[in-house]
């Protein structure tokens, strides 16, 4: 396993958030720590520093200590002047020594009348000076002050109080110790927060790992950016926060249309923002749109939306194709039941014994089935609108309804794929619709009638049925979806279907009263025009 999966490998993501807040609690506090120790050492010294500094001004103005530099023997007078000041004092050592650096006292008698050791009382003795510094002497290393002594305005000696460094660091310890013992507390304070912090952003994510999230969002993204419909989420503010390739391609790609980007020039703004609808019709970018809203509510407030949208041809597609399908499904189902009536007649004669007119009935289907397959393939060229007039035929001899075809029918002209579809669609929609206007009427009554021909600059089919026709009043709104003189759902779709697909084909359906029921006309162009 390399270096940088291991963590991932053997914690889990509350384990390593743990463990990474908290050594990054342990390396601050750490670094603060020894920040502050620095700090605390350095004012520690320097307060030591200005504490022997302050003892030794004392001790080099006292009027006796002046007075003995003249005597024969100082040492005598001035170390038992220091002796009890140091006995009183915080200073380990109080060393008084004349221009020459010989000491007149030491806290050991033994080295009175020694040169000084430390080298650091030039200052105080050739320019006056009272400073702190750090020197190693006979006691060790120490912090002193320095002090000059005056007699009748003129330098005589030197003061030098001390401090051993090893009593600093003793106090420094002390003083550190509370330092530490805090900074532990803080440490356990930054642990059990991070245990809170991790635990509540795991129940956040779901109780998922990084990995599971990571796989989680690719394979949203895949769906999403396969899916065929467009989807587009905004927020609060109507920016948008989540959009598709589907859903840029039908808004041509337009500026706006990227995560971040204002909704209100891309989509309709809805008067309510919490209003859902499904199915509405809009135009989005140059095309035509069939548009879902649903409101996203966040802490019972709105906090954006998705709205799903596809274009409007693609669903007439899919329409076209199941109008397609259900036509093909009656076909079969009613070739079959056609061919199983016919059956049973057959069966029935054979076995009362007339095998004769068995015989005659086979050869008269025969001859009718032979005769209108001939019709059509003489006077018609193309095979699937031959098929499916082969299928209504079937399905209206189920019905009981009479489907005849003119007899002057004739087309020779070969479509187009686009203008076949076109004319499949629209053809089986109409004899459809005028099968379900006769089906009410008596059995003499019930007739339809086909005529075809390609003469003259467009190909035309002419449906006539015997079923009434349409209400003045209805004529304008036809061939509107959603409109339909017949009971029950899903109606009123199939002429708005056919022309929007003739539209799109170049071609037209329109509707003229005929003798006794409706008549229907489509004409599609032969000629193809560009971009058809």
Not at 18 to 33: E, K, M, R, Y
Not at 297 to 303: T, W
Not at 397 to 403: P, Q, S
């Amino acid at each position: 396993m390399e270096k940088g999966n291991i963590l991932s490998g053997r914690f889990s993501l509350r384990g390593k958030m743990i463990l990474l807040i908290s050594l990054l609690i342990a390396t601050v506090s750490l670094l603060f720590a020894f920040l502050l120790h620095e700090l605390l050492s350095d004012t520690i010294e320097d307060q030591v520093g200005k504490r022997a500094l302050s003892i030794a001004h004392s001790v080099a103005e006292i009027p006796e200590l002046q007075d003995a530099f003249a005597l024969e023997d100082p040492a005598a007078i001035i170390q038992d002047i220091v002796a009890p000041i140091m006995d009183k004092t915080e200073a380990e050592f109080i060393v008084v020594g004349n221009l020459e650096g010989i000491r007149y006292s030491h806290p050991d008698p033994e080295k009175i009348g020694d040169e000084m050791v430390g080298g650091d009382n030039e200052r105080a003795l050739r320019y006056g000076e009272s400073y702190v510094s750090k020197q190693r002497g006979t006691l060790g290393l120490s912090i002193r002050g320095k002090v000059p002594v005056y007699e009748d305005g003129e330098i005589v000696g030197v003061v030098s109080v001390g401090i051993l460094n090893n009593s600093v660091q003793t106090l420094i310890d002390h003083r550190s110790r509370s330092l530490w013992l805090t900074l532990g507390l803080v440490l356990l304070i930054g642990i059990a927060g991070a245990v809170l912090i991790s635990s509540y952003i795991k129940r956040l994510l779901g109780n998922m790992e990084p990995e599971e999230i990571s796989s989680l969002y690719t394979r949203q993204q895949a769906i999403l950016q396969s899916t065929h419909e467009g989807i587009l989420a905004t927020d609060a503010s109507n920016r948008i926060t989540l959009i598709n390739a589907a859903a840029k391609e039908i808004l041509d790609d337009s500026p706006e249309a990227v995560p971040g980007g204002s909704a209100d020039s891309l989509l309709p703004v809805p008067e309510d923002s919490d209003e859902a609808y499904q199915g509405r019709e809009m135009v989005l970018g140059n095309q035509t749109v069939v548009a879902n809203r649903t409101p996203i509510a966040g802490s019972g407030a709105y906090a954006g939306s998705v709205i799903t949208f596809r274009r409007k041809s693609d669903l007439q597609k899919i329409t076209e194709e199941l109008s397609r399908i259900r036509q093909y499904a009656n076909t079969q189902r009613a070739q079959t039941h056609e061919h199983s009536n016919k059956m049973h007649i057959i069966l029935g004669l054979l076995i009362n014994g007339r095998s004769d007119e068995a015989i005659d009935y086979i050869r008269k289907e025969n001859s009718m089935q032979t005769g209108q397959l001939k019709f059509l393939e003489e006077h018609l060229s193309d095979p699937l609108i031959q098929a499916l007039l082969q299928g209504k035929q079937s399905r209206a001899a189920e019905l009981g309804i009479r489907l005849s075809i003119n007899p002057d029918s004739r087309l020779s002209h070969e479509l187009s794929e686009a203008r076949q579809d076109a004319l499949l669609t629209a053809l089986g929609n109409v004899i459809e619709n005028a099968f379900e206007a006769v089906r009410e009427k008596p059995g003499g009554k019930r007739a339809v009638s086909v005529y075809f021909t390609d003469l003259g600059n467009d190909v035309l089919f002419e449906v006539e049925d015997t079923g009434g026709g349409v209400a003045p009043g209805n004529f304008d709104r036809l061939f509107r979806s959603g409109f339909s003189t017949k009971n029950g759902e899903s109606r009123g779709i199939g002429l708005a279907l056919s022309r929007q697909s003739l539209l799109e084909a170049g071609g037209e359906i329109t509707y003229e009263e005929g003798e006794s029921g409706a008549c229907f006309i489509i004409s599609i162009p032969k000629k193809e025009e560009e971009g058809l």
